[in-house]
């Protein structure tokens, strides 16, 4: 292993060759780490670790914080209406408004803000790709490409975000040659199929017509209220609008799948129905999680993040697919991910389990 060259500020990052040699895929979930089975060299991958416990924990809790207050604010509406406290609804609903119609800004400053969230986790969040995947060459090369992330997680999805676009956003310029990427970067990771993802900018639409890379989470908020620790769940039965789009467009699919993600919170199995139900009447959730004892908001820092990119599968552009074609390929994309899961859950201690596709 050696150190990056140019790490960025108040982060260390590793980078490593090959995986090491491991001990027994039947670790417990609180054991899972960094060690991997059988010394196999077909992954090369970039670990992170921020620079202390606390700093990691204090952006974890205001990221989350911030997220689940999202969320309530529709509740907090209608209480206020309910009750007749009619200037407190009339701040809440232009609080709603504002953040569904002011546009939305990247910051670099708090992308790497956030990334200092690895520290918390004493064995980071690790990026893995296949060594047949150049990525930097498909990001080169590719007339655009869509990252789908799973699973979604039961929160912020550590996974996703720390191991997708805000590392992107916060290491990807810093480190040497990466710069001829900086108009091929993925530029955007939101869940599949939410409102926010229509009224952006760009939009899904305009994304693709600019043949961007950008990336989301298919499972959406589903997957957030199908969540149950330590089970391997993805939202993808009833899924297949991002296929037919995909399709229409001719894009690039790079799969990625989060081994740990499940095991980083205990849910809540009261009010499951309910959550439900907001879901669908409503189309948002309010998820209940807890992870350490102490402090519910922060997750277990025993579990490891690996993140893990599989072989991309290129979709050839059909202007209107019908059914019968995007239900065929969305099989197609399901394959490819299952495969990559039991390619690579032995590695990471999860030779016990199995992807649930839901």
Known sequence: MSPVSRPVRRLRTIE?????????????????????VGGSTDLIGHTLRGSSRVRGAIAIICVLSILLVGPSLPLALLHALWSGRLHLAAALAAVILASALLPVRES???ARLYLQA??????????????????MDVMQADDGSMWCMHPHGTSVGFGFTLNGAVRFKAILRRHGGAERLAAKRPDLYLPAEAPLLFRLPLGMFGLFRQRSDFGILPGGMEEVALFEFGRERVYLKRRKGFIKYALQHGYLLLL???????????????????????????????????????????????????????APLQLPRIAEPTAEQVTAYHALYVEALTRLFDDHKARFGYADRRLEVI
Do not use: N, Q
Request: glycine share 10%; hydrophobic share 50%.
């Open 108 to 110: 670099a400053l708090a």
């Open 256 to 310: 990625a799948y989060t081994f740990g993600e499940c095991d980083l919170y205990r849910s809540v199995g009261a009010g499951k129905r309910l959550r439900m139900w907001l879901l669908r009447r409503c189309g948002f959730v309010v998820p209940l999680f807890y992870g350490a004892w102490w402090c519910p908001l922060l997750p277990r820092a025993d579990v490891a993040v690996h993140t893990v990119v599989g």
């Open 16 to 36: 490593i060759d090959e995986l090491p040699a491991g001990t027994s895929s039947s670790l417990s979930p609180a054991a899972r780490s960094a060690a991997v």
């Open 118 to 135: 690895a520290g918390f986790l004493r064995h980071g969040v690790s990026f893995w790709v296949e060594r047949r995947v150049r990525v």
